[in-house]
């Protein structure tokens, strides 16, 4: 496409205005779709940060539907995959009056599976409570009626309920072609849409995914494209990581030796000592546990594989070998009868998956030893057991082999788990990347000060073009950055309570909602421990939401509808999160978000890079905890009529020299020290609201 088309497309009279009456002429917004029009026309890669209010999607869809021949648009939530498909999609579509088909794709944990769904009507006992009967009911005639089996469709059963679990498959369970309802498989349905559609809408996981079953050369997960665009693209280093490792857990271990006993009991009694064979497995996994105890006492409840050759724990290493042998004979078992039925099939499947994932672990520059895979037709590729489990294997094989890894042990209440991630995904990354694909990379927050390099080094991508546009908010004029000039360090014991007196005054005055965000979920629970005395002691009645009470989303919806809300959250918290208007009108940062020193990822890749002279603090852990305060920082600002205070409460980002490269990296807002003025702030703004509703009423 030419520039000049794009131009016309998005005039003030083009086709676009018409269809939006809200629609407004944004530069920025033509010159990102002329960029990226560009990089699919010569099958390019482009890393293009979008500021708020460019109108990036619009930016990026524009030019796939009309010259992006085959696309997969692949974004870092299903809240943004909904958001698209649903809305911004078929609007841009229908504006252009172009006949591009679309389909959405989701992970098979999204659909609902007629197979598990019959199996647990059968057995009610499996319910857990009187909710879960009426959730069942509920569930058992949406899947008579729906065309998708999505669960996001089902609004009367919660997305977290823990039902759902029970009623889906997972790569472990699900019996593929051998499933006595594949001919009605909500998952296989979705998948072949995907094959036949124009344009794809995926997720980064299911992308990973895909990259690399075609890497072993099984290309049935999603259609062969032209183009990728990946929104929230700042995602992908972490989704990468998390996918190109592998983990299994004690309680994978447990349920495994459950689900093999009682299907070999049902459908293969004489074949073998069935209860034995899995007792043998509980034995192991309990023995293991038992083993890491002293784990439990270390901080952050983690121990990496080198601090555990270290410390002594050789105990650990022969029970790791029991489970190994454990899972190998069960699994043998279990495939010496898999034809029997569809159950015992399954469990030799996922006993197969778990026994490579065991020996990666403990050896992971060596090939795991071939596993026995039982018969089975080769329709759905994505199958433990089938040509799916070997190929994601293989691949997160290569990655952990191909570069250094990092293997640790991470301890919960009553399970543990054992995680292996590579400390680089850039070259599995960019290998994967099939030839003559044109790449496009977005979000809101890619650079640091202007420089792209931490982002575009994490993925491989030298060849990349970077571009940046700048968002056409009037930040100075919007916002104010209020960061308190008396408060102690984070690491004062005094800091929780101190940070809490500078907000009270900030939420007192803010006539819309509040988002307190956190970098920790003890944080939150000190926080807002202290925000509740403070406001049974001051007789405010506002509401105080905190993570935890409630799913996300149900925390989210209840902002939006009470009046003067006060949210506290962390992590998930700072990003993927729109209120707009007067329902926000005050985000509060407690800490600079350095990421946490005893996360064994972050601190195995800030050992490699010191060891190789490197500076792993300007190198990697600023250039992190830039991206994630401008992320944050962004929940503030959403649309031109939006307004508030941005309040953070280290004093570092204004103190110490490195400070300026991170305020810097935030959207322009005005800035002071000074509580009174940001008070002042609130005053004039309010009164300007007062005003301009005073004379829109006369």
Same mark, same amino acid.
């Given at each position: ?21 809200? $629609? ?52 870092? #939530? ?22 591009? #088909? ?62 759902? +679990? ?20 909500? @998952? ?12 794809? @809408? ?181 199958? /433990? ?48 990347? /099939? ?12 650079? @640091?000060?202007?420089?792209? $390099? ?94 935890? +009470? ?69 190198? $990697?852990?600023? /250039? ?36 300026? +490269? ?37």
């Amino acid at each position: 496409m030419l520039d000049t088309e794009i131009s016309e497309l998005f005039s003030p009279d083009g086709p676009l205005a018409a269809a939006s009456p809200s $629609y407004r002429v944004r530069t920025p917004q033509i010159e990102l779709a002329q960029a990226i029009a560009r990089t699919l026309s010569r099958r390019g890669t482009l890393v293009a940060e979008a500021g708020t209010g460019i109108g990036k999607t619009w930016a990026y869809l524009v030019p796939a539907f009309l010259g992006g021949g085959k696309v997969l648009i692949s974004t870092g #939530t299903r809240a943004l995959q909904d958001q698209l498909f649903g809305r911004d999609l078929p609007r841009v579509r229908a504006a252009l009056s172009v006949p591009v #088909t679309a389909a959405l794709l989701k992970g098979r944990g999204n659909y609902v599976c007629h197979y598990h769904l019959e199996r647990l009507r059968e057995d009610e006992r499996a319910l857990k409570s009187r909710s879960e009967i009426g959730q069942l009911r509920k569930i058992e005639l949406f899947a008579r009626e729906s065309r998708t089996g999505d669960r996001a469709d089902l609004a009367g059963v919660p997305e977290e309920a823990d039902i759902w +679990q029970r009623v889906t498959s997972t790569r472990e369970n699900c019996l593929g072609q051998d499933c006595p309802r594949v001919r009605d498989c909500f @998952v296989l349905k979705a998948r072949r849409q995907a094959q036949e559609a124009d344009v794809v @809408v995926v997720n980064h996981a299911l992308f990973l995914a895909d990259l690399m079953l075609r890497e072993e050369g099984v290309t049935d997960l999603l259609p062969q494209a032209d183009t990728v665009i990946f929104d929230e693209a700042h995602q992908l280093p972490d989704t990468a990581t998390r996918f190109l490792g592998t983990s299994v857990s004690t309680h994978q271990l447990l349920d495994l030796a459950r689900n093999a006993e009682a299907a070999g009991l049902a459908h293969a009694r004489e074949a073998c000592n069935w209860a034995d064979a899995s007792r043998r497995l509980e034995t192991a996994a309990r023995e293991l546990r038992l083993a890491c105890a002293p784990i439990e006492r270390m901080p952050g409840r983690k121990l990496t594989f080198e601090a555990l050759a270290q410390g002594g724990l050789q105990a650990v290493e022969g029970a790791l070998q029991d489970v190994q042998q454990a899972l190998d004979a069960l699994q043998q078992a279990l495939a010496a009868s898999a034809e029997r039925h569809p159950d015992i099939l399954a469990a030799a499947r996922g006993a197969g998956e778990l026994l490579q994932r065991v020996q990666r672990w403990r050896q992971p520059q060596a090939e795991p030893a071939p596993v026995a895979v039982p018969p089975a037709s080769l329709a759905d590729p994505t199958q /433990p057991g089938q040509a799916g489990l070997a190929a994601r294997e293989s691949v997160a094989a290569a990655a952990l082999a191909e570069g250094a890894a990092v293997r640790w042990i991470e301890m919960s209440a009553h399970h543990l788990r054992l995680h292996a991630a590579p400390l680089s995904v850039a070259q599995a990354f960019s290998r994967l990347r /099939p030839a003559g694909q044109a790449w496009v990379l977005t979000s809101a927050t890619l650079s @640091v000060h202007n420089d792209f $390099y931490h982002f575009t080094s994490q993925l491989g991508l030298t060849d990349a073009q970077a571009m940046r546009w700048e968002s056409p908010f009037s930040y100075a004029e919007q916002g104010l950055l209020f960061v308190p000039r008396d408060l102690p360090l984070p690491q004062s014991p005094q800091f929780a309570e101190r940070f809490v007196a500078q907000l009270l005054p900030l939420i007192e005055a803010s006539p819309g909602g509040a988002l307190v965000l956190c970098t920790t979920l003890r944080a939150v629970e000190r926080v807002a421990e202290l925000l509740q005395e403070a406001f049974e002691a001051r007789g405010w009645n506002w509401p105080l939401l905190r993570q935890g +009470q409630a799913p996300r989303r149900e925390l989210l919806e209840q902002f939006r509808k009470l009046e003067h809300p006060v949210l506290v959250g962390s992590a998930s918290f700072w990003e993927g999160i729109d209120l707009p208007g007067d329902a926000l009108t005050l985000v509060a940062i407690d800490k600079l978000p350095f990421a946490p020193p005893d996360d064994p990822v972050i601190e195995a890749r800030i050992r490699a890079c010191r060891e190789r002279g490197g500076n792993p603090f300007a190198e $990697y852990q600023l /250039p992190e905890a830039a991206i994630a305060l401008k992320q944050g920082a962004g929940r503030l600002i959403r649309t031109e009529s939006d307004w508030g205070v941005l309040m953070v409460g280290d004093t570092r980002l204004v103190d110490k020299p490195y400070g300026k +490269q991170l305020w810097r990296g935030l959207p322009p807002f005005a800035r002071t020290r000074e509580q009174a003025e940001a008070l002042a702030f609130y005053a004039r703004r309010t009164a300007t609201g007062v005003s301009q509703a005073e004379q829109a009423a006369s």
